[in-house]
Structure formats: structure tokens, C-alpha cells
């Protein structure tokens, strides 16, 4: 109690300069009117244990200070964020071995048979016959003490049965200024043989016959009344082949003009009967029972 005697004595009382009531020298705002004191000397230092007040803040302030928060917030994020995804990727690079992209797989079609002439269809075509279909081919079959024919494998087979002996088959038709071409097929170890093309045939003492022999020869034959007459005589030529030929035979008028697997052989003149039924034929030599096989008989017009 004494120190607190010896600190009131000292202090001075003075009057407030807006009531005038009495105020002591340390006090800072007037006990009545709660006015400022003047002479009131600042405190420079804030004593411990004495709460310093704080400033007022205004809402602005806090908005601003909300928004940088959550702008901080944002940030951090989006720095996760592309740090997530760049060790994603990393990752998955890394672990990933590279695979090169495959190349497209092309799927060839392989092409079909070469098309045939359809006498439908196609212009000048008489007469295209494969063979594949006997009930509509325009040659029959026969079986005889002298020779064969029949249908086989898609082919049309005429087979001799005794030997110097030439067979026959026809299409029953007549022509007059036609090519027939015809395929021909020789077995492989046959003997002799020659494979023909009959055409002006008028009766079966009236026709011509063009014969290529499995030897490598060629010849050119008229039957006038019953009577052979040789217009080409049996001429050896390097483009025949041993088993498989292609036989063609040109007719304009009385000229005729002989082809083997599309190579010219002879041109030459007629003095027999020209028009006429065409078919095809099979000589035989030495050897008996020898046969050829036909196939993509095509009868079409020569202009």
C-alpha cells in the first residue's frame, strides 16, 4: 500500500480542456467527458504482460487476403496435378517397349480362268465348246470296232482303235468363210499319232483335213470323190510341240491359211467344193489305240 500512496502523491491533477473537470497528470482521456488528454506523454514501449490492441481490418482486406489463399490452394493443385501426369507418362514410356506400327496386309485375289468365248455374246462366235457340259456340247459320243469318242475330264476325247486309220466327229453344222481353232492333247508315252481338224465337209468322200503329227510334221489333205489329194505334203515345223498344240485353220473363199499355237504355218488354194460342216479328227499310224484329247473348240467368222 505504501508504493501505491507514494505514486498517486506524485501525480498532479490538471483539468480537462473540454469540461474542465479535474484529470491527473497520467490519465489519457477525462474521467467525465472522455476527452483526449494533451499533456498525456506517449507510451513508446509496450509493458509485458499487457495485450497490444489490434488494428481493425476491413473487408476488403479480407476478401483479398481469402482470394490469395485460395489462389495458393489452386496453384499447389494444378503443380500436383501436371506432376501426377508427367510420371504417368514417364512411367508408362519407360516401362512400355516399342512396337512398330504393322504394316497393312494386302490380301492379293488371285486371278480366275482366262474367259472363254460366249457365242451368245460375243460377235462371230459360231460355235465355243469346252466341253464341260456333253448335253450341250455340239459333238456326240460314239463306240465303234474302229474307234472311240466320249466325254472325259472336261475334254472330248476321240481314241483310234486299229492302226492307218483316220476318226472323225462333227459338229453338224455348215460354215462358210469361218476360222476353227481347237487345243490338242497328247498322252505322254503314246506312239504316233496326229491330231486334225476337218472343215468344207460336204459327205464323208468330200472334205479337207488339216493334220499335225505328235512327231513334229504338218499336212495339208483334200478328199475329192473318194480320192486323197496332198495340197500340202508332211512338212516338219519347230513350233509343234511333242503333246500339246493349239490348231487353226482360216478359210476366205477357196484360200485356207494353216496356224499352229498362233504361229503361221502355210497359205494355200483349194480347187474342192468350199462351205460346209467342220469337226475334228485323229489319224492313227503304226500303233493302234491312240487317242487325243480335244478341248476349246471355237468355230467364229473370218471377214
Same mark, same amino acid.
Given at each position: 500500500m505504501a508504493l501505491q500512496s507514494t505514486i498517486h502523491n506524485h501525480m498532479s491533477a490538471q483539468l480537462c480542456p473540454n469540461c474542465g473537470a479535474p484529470?491527473?497528470?497520467?490519465?489519457?482521456?477525462? *474521467?467525465?467527458?472522455g476527452a483526449q488528454n494533451a499533456d498525456h506523454p506517449a507510451l513508446d514501449v509496450v509493458p509485458t504482460g499487457v495485450d497490444q490492441p489490434t488494428p481493425p481490418t476491413s473487408s476488403r482486406c479480407l476478401l483479398l487476403g481469402i482470394l490469395s489463399v485460395v489462389g495458393c490452394l489452386g496453384a499447389l493443385i494444378l503443380v500436383a496435378c501436371a506432376g501426377m501426369l508427367f510420371?504417368?507418362?514417364?512411367?508408362?514410356?519407360?516401362?512400355? /517397349?516399342?512396337?512398330?506400327? #504393322?504394316?497393312?496386309?494386302?490380301?492379293? !485375289?488371285? /486371278?480366275?480362268?482366262? #474367259? !472363254? /468365248?460366249? #457365242?451368245?455374246t460375243t460377235d462371230g462366235v459360231?460355235?465355243?465348246?469346252?466341253? @464341260?457340259? *456333253?448335253r450341250h456340247s455340239t459333238l456326240t459320243e460314239e463306240d465303234g470296232d474302229f474307234s472311240r469318242s466320249a466325254f472325259e475330264n472336261g475334254s472330248y476325247i476321240i481314241e483310234v482303235k486299229k492302226v492307218d486309220t483316220l476318226a472323225w466327229a462333227l459338229t453338224n453344222r455348215s460354215y462358210n468363210d469361218v476360222a476353227v481353232e481347237v487345243e490338242t492333247n497328247v498322252a505322254a508315252g503314246s506312239a504316233a499319232v496326229a491330231a486334225g481338224v476337218i472343215f468344207h465337209y460336204q459327205d464323208s468322200q468330200n472334205f479337207c483335213l488339216?493334220?499335225? @503329227?505328235?512327231?513334229?510334221?504338218?499336212a495339208l489333205d483334200v478328199l475329192k470323190d473318194d480320192t486323197w489329194q496332198s495340197l500340202i505334203d508332211w512338212t516338219q515345223s519347230d513350233t509343234i510341240n511333242a503333246r500339246h498344240n493349239t490348231l487353226r485353220v482360216e478359210m476366205k473363199g477357196s484360200r485356207i491359211t494353216l496356224k499352229i499355237n498362233g504361229h503361221l504355218l502355210e497359205a494355200?488354194?483349194?480347187?474342192?467344193?468350199?462351205?460346209?460342216?467342220?469337226?475334228?479328227?485323229?489319224?492313227?499310224?503304226?500303233? @493302234?489305240? !491312240?487317242s487325243i484329247h480335244f478341248d476349246n473348240l471355237l468355230i467364229m467368222r473370218n471377214p
Open positions: 484529470i491527473q497528470e497520467l490519465s489519457r482521456l477525462c *474521467p467525465d467527458c510420371f504417368t507418362l514417364h512411367s508408362s514410356l519407360v516401362s512400355a /517397349p516399342h512396337r512398330p506400327t #504393322p504394316l497393312a496386309v494386302i490380301t492379293v !485375289v488371285p /486371278p480366275t480362268d482366262i #474367259p !472363254v /468365248p460366249d #457365242p451368245k459360231l460355235v465355243y465348246d469346252d466341253f @464341260s457340259r *456333253p488339216f493334220s499335225v @503329227s505328235s512327231d513334229g510334221y504338218y494355200t488354194q483349194t480347187n474342192a467344193r468350199v462351205g460346209g460342216d467342220a469337226g475334228l479328227a485323229v489319224s492313227s499310224f503304226d500303233g @493302234s489305240k !491312240v
